[in-house]
């Protein structure tokens, strides 16, 4: 029976035992990283609403202090990843994907196009890429 390629909460920490057994990789949002290090840590899905939310991206739907937090609370994940890895951080993005997946995942849509008869949104890589110097 295959072992999943993924570790659960409470599992040793991944690649760093001799056992074979042990997986290699470990899935799991940004909070999962605290007291653990990685050679390589990939940020996936780093696009407008999911970091900045979808909220952050229309300025009048967050406001004041909750936007201040939000945005405290966005950095802060991005620095955990970064402090995490101790070899390289990668970060992924998309550019567009249906409009079903992209209203149940609550990212931020700046524009709908028709491709193939189906409704397909464009879809943005996160803001913050220019802040970290990499667009």
Not at 8 to 25: D, I, Q
Not at 26 to 54: C, K, Y
Request: contains cysteine; glycine residues 8%; positive net charge.
């Amino acid at each position: 029976m295959a072992r999943p390629s993924s570790t659960r909460k409470g599992a040793e920490p991944c690649g760093r035992s001799a056992s074979p057994a042990t997986p290699a990789v470990a899935v799991g949002a940004p909070e999962d990283l605290f007291g653990r290090t990685f050679d390589v840590v990939i940020f996936g899905g780093f696009v407008n609403g999911f970091i900045p939310s979808r909220d952050m991206c229309d300025s009048g739907v967050v406001v004041g202090g909750a936007r201040t937090r939000q945005e405290a609370a966005d950095r802060a994940a991005i620095a955990l990843a970064e402090q995490r890895a101790t070899r390289r951080l990668l970060f992924t993005s998309f550019k567009s994907c249906d409009l079903e997946t992209a209203e149940r995942l609550r990212l931020h849509i700046p524009r709908i196009r028709l491709r193939s008869v189906v409704r397909t949104c464009d879809i943005h890589p996160s803001d913050y890429l220019q802040e970290l110097g990499l667009r």
